[in-house]
């Protein structure tokens, strides 16, 4: 079965060291500038755009989203990952969990197809991680935390027990949501921001001018 990462930007050298540290080593990168073919990413080649995963038989192919995100206080920046995710889930292409080999998971974490643990970060017990969802570099999900489809947990960002994180949310890097907050889905939690209150879907948390 080979693997292949979908988009040659910044994430992708993350996710190609994540399955690099497990002895997993994709087959190619995808890219859609034309330019690019041929060039290497993390040390694995760029051989076209996303197009020619469809012509490749979904049983015999594994995907791995590799495009990341930048948040602005009124977007979170991922529509474009979750597009990704959708277009070809929705073909019927299998996206894996991947976890870096340094990251910690409990043995009765739930993990959603396609979720992402990077280097570092630990899933404590009984927290649900849904599909596509990005728990990045040294995050922590602290026990019963629920985490909906497409959320980003960016590096550093700390939940703590039995929040709630609702779908396609981005919390930003070195964050800390307390204990028992609910973040609606869609909003947007600014880096270093200490979140107390729950925080209404669409909305912004934290961070410079409100
Ligand atoms: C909060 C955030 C979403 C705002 O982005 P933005 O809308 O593009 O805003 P700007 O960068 O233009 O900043 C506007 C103001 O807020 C301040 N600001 C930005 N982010 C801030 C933060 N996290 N905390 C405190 N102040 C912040 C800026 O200094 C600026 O202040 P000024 O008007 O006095 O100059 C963004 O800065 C942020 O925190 N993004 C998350 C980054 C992250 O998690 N990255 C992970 C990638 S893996």
Redo the contacts with the bound molecule.
């Keep these: 079965m080979s693997l292949i990462v979908l988009c040659a930007g910044g994430h992708a050298r993350v996710v190609i060291e994540a399955l690099l540290s497990r002895g997993i080593r994709p087959t190619a990168v995808t890219d859609r500038d034309p330019a690019r073919i041929g060039e290497a990413v993390g040390g694995i080649p760029i051989t076209g755009p996303d197009e020619d995963i469809l012509k490749m038989d979904a049983n015999a192919v594994e995907l791995a989203n590799g495009l990341?995100n930048q948040?602005?206080?009124?977007d979170s920046g991922l529509a474009g990952r979750r597009a990704l995710f959708g277009r070809f889930a929705g073909l019927g292409y299998r996206f894996p969990v991947i976890s870096h080999l340094s990251a910690v998971i409990a043995s009765d974490a739930a993990l959603g197809d396609g979720a992402q643990v990077m280097a570092g970060a630990v899933i404590q017990p009984a927290a649900w991680i849904g599909r596509n969802v990005l728990v990045?570099t040294r995050a922590v999900v602290e026990h019963d935390c629920l985490v909906g489809d497409h959320a980003h947990i960016?590096?550093g960002a700390i939940l703590c027990g039995g929040v709630s994180v609702g779908e396609g949310a981005?919390i930003?890097?070195g964050a800390v949501v307390l204990g028992g907050v609910s973040v609606g889905a869609g909003s947007?939690v600014?880096?270093?921001?200490v979140v107390a209150r729950n925080v209404e879907a669409g909305a912004f948390a934290?961070?410079?001018?409100d």
């Design positions: 990341g948040a602005s206080r009124s990045n960016a590096p981005h930003g890097a947007i600014a880096a270093g921001a934290g961070g410079g001018r």
